[in-house]
C-alpha cells in the first residue's frame, strides 16, 4: 500500500468496464479504477501479496470515490462524502485548517489533483452543495440555506455574511491568520438566494453587528439591497472593496489576509437616506408613476371616490366611536382583497382586541354570510369548515397570536416577518394598546411616535399597505357622544399628533347605537378627513350593517329596502 507503481492500466473488469487506461496499481498489489469506481484486491490482481480488501485498507487517494459529473451524482451519497478527506485550497490562499473547521470536503481526478468541493450545509438537514470544477453546481442529500450557521451560537459582537462559500472560507482564513480563531462568518447559496436570510433572521439579528460582503458586482449589490430589507437596520453594515477586486476571495489574494480584516474593521452602518440626482429621480418617477391604486370593497365605495382606493407604501387610519363597526368595516375589506389581489400576495391580522380563534371564527362567519353571534344555536365545525377553506384554504391570510408578543417589544420584528413573507397588506386593530404597552422603554406619546416612525419605515422598506385603528379621545361635556353618532375630527384622536401625521388617509365613521330606529341605528355614515394622494375630503356615501348576515351594505335604495326587510326577519322571530 501507497506510491503508485503502475499508472493508466486497464480495468480487471471485463464485463461492466472497458476502461483501458483509468486504473492505477499501488506498491502492495492493491488496484483501483478510477472508470468503474471499484477496488481490486491483490488476488483479484494477481499479484503475490497478502489479500487487502477495500474496507480495512484503502490507498491514499482511493477512499475518495469522486463522482466526475453531476450526471453521476446519485452514485454518491452524504455519507460517502463524509467519509471524504479535507484539503486546503492552495490556489485560493485557504487553508486546511478552515476547511476542516467548516466541514469541507474534496474528491479527486484520476491524475490524483482536487476535481470536486463538496460545502456541507448541516443546519435543519443535512447535504452537501457540489462543485465540480470548474463551475458546474449540484446538490447531495438535503438543500440547504445558510453555509457556516451551524458552527457558530446565536450573540456575539460580529457576524459576516458573504455570497458564497470560497469567500466565508476566505474570511475564515483571515481571522484565523490574525487572531488564530475563527470568528461568525456564514455564506448564502447565492446572490438569488437571499430570501434564505429570512429564515435565520432571529439569529443573525442576535450579533450586535451583521457585515454583508456580497460580491462587488451588480448582482451583488442587488442581493445586497434585499439582505439590507431583512436585516435589522441598526446592525447593518456594509463593506467597501477595492476598486480592483471582485469578492472577498480577490482581496484575500491581491491584499492578503490583512485586507480583508480592514474592510471588515471599515465596514460602515448602512443608511437608507441618499442624494439623489437626474437619473435616480427619473427611475422613482418611473415607478411611482406606475404605482397600483386597489379599491376599497363596494361595501364602503364611498371612500374610493375620494381616495381612489389605497395604495402600497401608506397608513390608512380608521377612526370611529366604541362599536361603530372598525373590525367589521376591516373584515370586509380583508375580504374583498383575498379576491382581488395577486394569488402570491398574503395579508397579516393583529387584532389586539380578540384571540385568533375569535378572528377567524368571524371571519368564516362573514364568509358564509352568517352572523354567528344572534344564531341560537352555536355553528359545528362541519358549518363552518366551508366558510374557514374560503378564508384560510390557501394559506394567504397570516393571524399574528399576540400573547407575549406585546411585553417583550418584538411586535414591530413580528410585522417585518409578516412583511418579508409575502404579506402586502397588514391590519393592525388597533394602536392604542400597542401603545399602552410601550416602546423600547418609552411611554405615552414618546411611545406612539416611535410607533408610528416604525410603521412608516416599515412600509416603505417593504412596500406595504397598513390598515390602522385609532381610539378616540373622550367626548367633552358639551359634545354628544360618538356613540350618538358624532362623526369624529381629526383632533380626536387619542394620543400623539404623529398618528395624523404619518397616516397617509384618515377615515371617519360613526353611527347611533341608541337611535330609536332600527333602520338609522344600523347606518353607517363616513368621512374622509384626509387623503395625501388626492387632496380630496369631506363626506362620502356609507353604508347599512345586515343584521342577519353580519355584512356591510353599500347605501343604495335597493338596499335599504333588503335592508328593512333582512332586519324584520331577524326581530319578529
Known amino acids: 500500500m501507497g506510491k503508485i507503481v503502475l499508472k493508466n492500466q486497464p480495468c480487471l473488469d471485463k464485463v461492466d468496464c472497458c476502461s483501458s487506461d483509468a486504473r492505477q496499481v499501488y506498491e502492495d498489489g492493491t488496484s483501483f479504477c478510477f472508470s468503474c469506481k471499484r477496488f481490486f484486491t491483490t488476488k483479484e490482481g494477481e499479484v503475490d501479496s497478502t489479500e487487502i480488501g477495500f474496507k480495512t485498507n484503502v490507498p491514499s487517494v482511493s477512499n475518495l470515490k469522486p463522482p466526475t459529473s453531476s450526471k453521476q451524482s446519485s452514485k454518491v451519497d452524504v455519507a460517502?462524502?463524509?467519509?471524504?478527506?479535507?484539503?486546503?485550497?492552495?490556489?485560493?490562499d485557504i487553508t486546511r485548517v478552515v476547511t476542516e473547521f467548516f466541514g469541507v470536503k474534496v474528491s479527486f481526478d484520476s491524475n490524483g489533483e482536487i476535481d470536486t468541493h463538496y460545502y456541507p450545509y448541516n443546519f435543519g438537514g443535512k447535504g452537501y452543495k457540489t462543485r465540480k470544477l470548474p463551475k458546474t453546481f449540484f446538490w447531495i442529500g438535503d438543500t440547504g440555506t445558510l453555509f457556516g450557521r451551524e458552527k457558530f451560537q446565536a450573540g456575539g459582537k460580529r457576524l459576516i455574511i458573504t455570497e458564497g462559500e470560497i469567500d466565508a472560507l476566505s474570511v475564515a482564513t483571515a481571522y484565523q491568520d490574525e487572531y488564530s480563531k475563527i470568528y461568525p462568518v456564514v455564506s448564502i447559496k447565492s446572490a438569488s438566494s437571499v430570501k434564505d436570510l429570512v429564515e435565520h433572521r432571529e439569529w443573525i439579528n442576535s450579533f450586535k453587528e451583521v457585515v454583508i460582503m456580497f460580491d462587488n458586482d451588480k448582482a451583488g449589490k442587488e442581493a445586497q439591497s434585499e439582505a439590507l430589507k431583512i436585516i435589522d437596520i441598526k446592525r447593518a453594515r456594509v463593506v467597501q472593496y477595492p476598486d480592483n477586486c471582485k469578492d472577498a476571495n480577490d482581496v484575500l489574494l491581491k491584499y492578503g489576509s490583512t485586507g480583508i480584516n480592514r474592510m471588515i474593521w471599515d465596514s460602515q452602518p448602512w443608511s437608507p437616506v441618499g442624494i439623489m440626482r437626474r437619473d435616480q429621480l427619473w427611475n422613482a418617477l418611473t415607478t411611482y408613476n406606475e404605482l397600483k391604486s386597489i379599491p376599497f370593497p363596494p361595501c364602503i365605495d364611498g371612500i374610493n371616490q375620494k381616495t381612489k382606493g389605497r395604495r402600497r407604501g401608506e397608513i390608512t387610519l380608521f377612526i370611529s366611536g366604541t362599536g361603530s363597526g372598525k373590525s367589521t368595516m376591516l373584515r370586509e375589506d380583508m375580504l374583498w382583497l383575498l379576491d382581488t389581489?395577486?394569488?402570491?400576495?398574503?395579508?397579516?391580522?393583529?387584532?389586539?382586541?380578540?384571540?385568533?380563534?375569535?378572528?377567524?371564527?368571524?371571519?368564516?362567519?362573514m364568509a358564509l354570510n352568517r352572523n354567528l353571534a344572534i344564531e341560537d344555536e352555536p355553528a359545528t365545525l362541519d358549518e363552518l369548515k366551508p366558510g374557514f377553506d374560503k378564508v384560510f384554504g390557501d394559506d394567504r391570510v397570516?393571524?399574528?397570536?399576540?400573547?407575549?408578543?406585546?411585553?417583550?417589544?418584538?411586535?414591530?420584528?413580528?410585522?417585518?416577518?409578516?412583511?418579508?413573507?409575502?404579506?402586502?397588506?397588514i391590519y393592525i386593530d388597533h394602536i392604542t394598546i400597542l401603545v399602552s404597552e410601550g416602546a423600547d422603554g418609552l411611554t405615552g406619546n414618546d411611545a406612539t411616535d416611535k410607533i408610528m416612525n416604525d410603521l412608516l419605515r416599515l412600509i416603505k422598506r417593504h412596500n406595504v399597505w397598513i390598515g390602522l385603528v385609532s381610539h378616540l379621545r373622550k367626548a367633552q361635556n358639551n359634545q354628544k357622544s360618538f356613540e350618538e353618532g358624532r362623526i369624529p375630527?381629526?383632533?380626536?384622536?387619542?394620543?400623539?399628533?404623529?398618528?395624523?401625521?404619518?397616516?397617509?388617509?384618515?377615515?371617519?365613521?360613526?353611527?347611533?347605537?341608541?337611535?330609536?330606529?332600527?333602520?338609522?341605528?344600523?347606518?353607517?355614515?363616513?368621512?374622509?378627513?384626509?387623503?395625501?394622494?388626492?387632496?380630496?375630503?369631506?363626506?362620502?356615501?356609507?353604508?347599512?350593517?345586515?343584521?342577519?348576515?353580519?355584512?356591510?351594505?353599500a347605501i343604495t335604495e335597493k338596499v335599504v329596502e333588503e335592508f328593512v326587510d333582512e332586519t324584520m326577519k331577524v326581530f319578529n322571530k
Open 341 to 365: 389581489i395577486d394569488k402570491e400576495e398574503k395579508i397579516g391580522i393583529i387584532s389586539l382586541e380578540e384571540s385568533p380563534p375569535e378572528t377567524t371564527r368571524k371571519l368564516c362567519g
Open 489 to 553: 375630527a381629526i383632533d380626536d384622536i387619542r394620543g400623539s399628533g404623529a398618528i395624523k401625521q404619518i397616516s397617509m388617509d384618515i377615515i371617519a365613521f360613526a353611527r347611533n347605537m341608541i337611535a330609536e330606529d332600527e333602520n338609522d341605528r344600523n347606518t353607517i355614515r363616513m368621512r374622509v378627513l384626509k387623503c395625501r394622494y388626492t387632496g380630496l375630503t369631506g363626506d362620502v356615501a356609507g353604508s347599512y350593517y345586515n343584521i342577519s348576515t353580519g355584512r356591510l351594505s
Open 80 to 92: 460517502d462524502i463524509e467519509n471524504y478527506i479535507s484539503r486546503g485550497f492552495k490556489e485560493r
Open 398 to 425: 397570516i393571524v399574528l397570536d399576540h400573547q407575549g408578543s406585546l411585553a417583550d417589544g418584538n411586535l414591530v420584528a413580528q410585522l417585518e416577518y409578516m412583511a418579508l413573507i409575502g404579506c402586502t397588506h
